[in-house]
């Protein structure tokens, strides 16, 4: 079998997309089990014979929101909280800014996939279900990370994953403003976890070394502080 060519693998992946974007309105109108793969192929110009090129069911859909949003960012998720080349604090950063930027990108198709959950194969639901625990571990480890290294609050750790998690979640409900939204979906991203981790990142530098002993730098730079402006008031 010869194996496809540039141009084939082109068009199959934009078939694709153009299924998706038809799937995101007539799911959303109709319900997975109200939509036939007939209404998905005149929705894209395919007969009923020529879908099946592209997916073999309902289903495929379903797993491609699946992996597009939830098991891909708990790939990601997972590899920030392993890497060791950057803060925690940025790794922290950059988990929530790329989760609210793959929201950004698609939030109609983010949103299919939340109002969709129970229409998943037990399958596909058991991997769903399982991505978005690791999701939350890696959210979890990230913060446990971040309070070690001495540049996070002292957050109760699964609350604040939660809270960070759903932030980006929530992307979809609200971008883009409609007629007012410059904003590109990583600008988006960028700007949601700077607003979201303002009141989980410490507020002021950290002093070298682990945690703990930077911690009673900081805290003895306090009290001689307030010990000079205790002698200058008496003065």
Known sequence: ??????????????????????????FARQGVAGTSLQELADAVGLTRTGIYHYISGKEDILEQLVRGF???????????AESTETSAAER?????????????????????????????PES???????????????????????KREGS?????????????????????????????????PVQAGDQLAD???????GDRPNADGPAVPAALALLKEDVARLE???AETDS
């Open 124 to 146: 596909l639901a058991r991997q769903h279900r399982s991505a978005r625990r690791a999701t939350l571990e890696a959210m979890c480890s990230l913060i446990d990370q971040c």
């Open 152 to 184: 996070c609050r002292p957050v109760d750790t699964e609350l604040t994953a939660f809270a960070l998690i759903g932030t980006a979640n929530w992307v979809a409900f609200w971008y883009p403003r409609s007629g007012r939204d410059r904003l590109t």
């Open 1 to 26: 079998m010869a194996k496809p060519t540039i141009r084939s693998a082109g068009r199959h992946d934009l078939v694709l997309e153009q299924l998706m974007e038809a799937a995101e309105t007539l």
């Open 92 to 120: 922290l950063h950059q988990a929530v800014a790329s989760m609210a930027t793959r929201v950004a990108e698609h939030p109609k198709r983010f949103r299919l996939l939340l109002t969709n959950e129970d229409s998943f």
């Open 228 to 230: 000079q402006l205790l």
């Open 195 to 201: 607003i979201a981790l303002e009141g989980v990142l």
């Open 70 to 80: 939830t098991l891909e960012a708990a790939e990601s998720l997972g590899e920030l």
